[in-house]
């Protein structure tokens, strides 16, 4: 047996052991709270300024905030893919990986837009929101090419959070917690907003739980990335074209 396996089950302790789906949601966990750990510290663009600082102002900051893009991918998306498939033998559509959208669920997520859109425009004007966006703050005086490159890693990682916060947490830790899992992903998935402004932390707290919901009911990522993207590049437009 597993040393997951054994914990609480000693001679003097009547629990049970815990089941495949039982140490497969602890592992999961314990993954979570490296790879978070190491996206504060590690892949944070202040790490890379402060030890590469003659590349660190090159294309007016670019590459502290690619670091920061590169980590979260790299943690978010093929680390959990290889404990997944290889680790746990399990199939990556189980954890909700796939883009495709079935018809039924089309206006769920097409309403999510609707209503966001009246919210991202107000946020935009808010000097609090400002102050943090665009997430890269030089891309105001950036080469076109910067902002591209900036644009296409910003939303890459909209896809790997969908994945491992909606894909591995909320449908994957279901397997043991059922529709308590979504619950348990919002509170890491709010922990990461801390650094932007109160609302829009406050605002993560609703919709990881809407898209927790959705993603276990519909067992795909797919709409979850399409709506965060759309969200997050339509704040970083306008806020780019404010400053």
Known sequence: MSLLGRIGTSAASPHP???APARRAALLLVYAAIALTLIEYVFNPAFFRARFPGVATEHNGLYPHLWWAFGTIVLYLPIPMLIIRFGFKQSLRD??????IAPAHWWLYGGILVVMA???VIAANQASFLAVYPFFRGAAGAPFGA???WELAYLSQFLA????FRGVLAIGLGQSMGRLAVWVAVVPYCMIHYHKPLPEALAAIVAGLILGE????TRSIAGGVLAHSCVAFTMD???LARR
């Open 17 to 19: 052991a815990l089941d």
């Open 95 to 100: 954890y909700g990986w796939t883009l495709r």
């Open 118 to 120: 009246p919210v991202v």
């Open 147 to 149: 902002i591209v490159a």
């Open 161 to 164: 959070l969908e994945f491992f």
């Open 214 to 217: 959705l993603a276990q009911r």
């Open 237 to 239: 437009m306008l806020a």
